[in-house]
């Protein structure tokens, strides 16, 4: 018996493969706050400005560049731009105006501002304003010199005296012609720096007789006057060496 054999064409299917491309997933995007949670960060203030509305005031400004702060701060230095700075004061929302009191005359103080906003538990700052400095008028005038004296030497009359106090801005000149002079007969002929302590007064005419005195001020007005002196311009004569002299008669 023969046995028929069958071969059994299998189709052959031709799968195609596709390599997957691996993507990474989307990085998330963060937005960043002054504070988690707080929303927009807060602007500086600017335009600060200081003005001493008296010897124991100043009056402090700027401008708000935010429209969801909280308040202000207020930050003082009594040791000049460089600092250190202390917070001083805090003031509500859409406030620009602080007034500080109770300060010295005579001193100079500068600020800082800045804006702050609340959220739950948290707080954001946004950077501090530009600097404003202001130095406070004296409380009261200073003390009047003493120990004024008068000597004539070629050319003029040469003044000194001795400062009696510290807060001092300069010093007045103010002469009569004689020797007994009235209050109204002084006038002022100069104006000087706070560490000068004397004067040559080259206006003086020659063998005429004026009487000195010497008074402080700064911002708060005048001392009293010193006490006076009294002196002669001499008359200048030149020596047979070629220098000059006083000559007395």
């Given at each position: 018996?023969?046995?028929?054999?069958?071969?059994?064409?299998?189709?052959?299917?031709?799968?195609?493969?596709?390599?997957?491309?691996?993507?990474?997933?989307?990085?998330?995007?963060?937005?960043?706050?002054?504070?988690?949670?707080?929303?927009?960060?807060?602007?500086?203030?600017?335009?600060?400005s200081?003005?001493?509305?008296?010897?124991?005031?100043?009056?402090?400004?700027?401008?708000?560049?935010?429209?969801?702060?909280?308040?202000?701060?207020?930050?003082?230095?009594?040791?000049?731009?460089?600092?250190?700075?202390?917070?001083?004061?805090?003031?509500?929302?859409?406030?620009?105006?602080?007034s500080?009191?109770?300060?010295?005359?005579?001193?100079?103080?500068?600020?800082?501002?800045?804006?702050?906003?609340?959220?739950?538990?948290?707080?954001?700052?946004?950077?501090?304003?530009?600097?404003?400095?202001?130095?406070?008028?004296?409380?009261?005038?200073?003390?009047a010199?003493?120990?004024?004296?008068?000597?004539?030497?070629?050319?003029?009359?040469v003044?000194?005296?001795?400062?009696?106090?510290?807060?001092?801005?300069?010093?007045?000149?103010?002469?009569?012609?004689?020797?007994?002079?009235?209050e109204?007969?002084?006038?002022?002929?100069?104006?000087?720096?706070?560490?000068?302590?004397?004067?040559?007064?080259?206006?003086?005419?020659?063998?005429?007789?004026?009487?000195?005195?010497v008074?402080?001020?700064?911002?708060?007005?005048?001392?009293?006057?010193?006490?006076?002196?009294?002196?002669?311009?001499?008359?200048?004569?030149?020596?047979?060496?070629?220098?000059?002299?006083c000559?007395?008669?």
């Open positions: 018996m023969w046995l028929r054999h069958y071969h059994l064409a299998w189709p052959v299917l031709a799968l195609s493969f596709t390599a997957c491309e691996r993507t990474q997933p989307l990085a998330p995007v963060l937005e960043a706050s002054a504070t988690a949670g707080s929303g927009a960060s807060v602007k500086a203030p600017s335009s600060t200081a003005v001493a509305a008296s010897s124991s005031q100043i009056n402090l400004s700027w401008r708000d560049h935010s429209s969801n702060e909280d308040g202000f701060e207020v930050h003082r230095s009594t040791t000049g731009s460089s600092g250190p700075f202390a917070l001083l004061a805090s003031t509500g929302a859409d406030v620009t105006t602080y500080d009191t109770g300060l010295t005359g005579s001193t100079q103080y500068c600020y800082l501002v800045r804006a702050f906003r609340v959220t739950g538990d948290k707080t954001s700052y946004s950077p501090f304003s530009s600097m404003a400095c202001s130095t406070t008028p004296a409380s009261a005038p200073p003390a010199p003493f120990d004024l004296t008068a000597e004539a030497v070629t050319w003029q009359i003044l000194s005296w001795l400062p009696n106090s510290t807060d001092h801005d300069g010093f007045k000149i103010e002469r009569c012609e004689g020797v007994v002079c009235g109204t007969d002084f006038a002022v002929i100069a104006t000087t720096g706070k560490s000068v302590q004397s004067y040559g007064d080259y206006s003086a005419a020659w063998g005429t007789t004026y009487t000195y005195r008074r402080a001020f700064n911002g708060a007005g005048d001392s009293a006057p010193s006490n006076e002196a009294s002196a002669t311009a001499c008359f200048v004569e030149m020596a047979d060496d070629g220098t000059y002299y000559r007395t008669n």
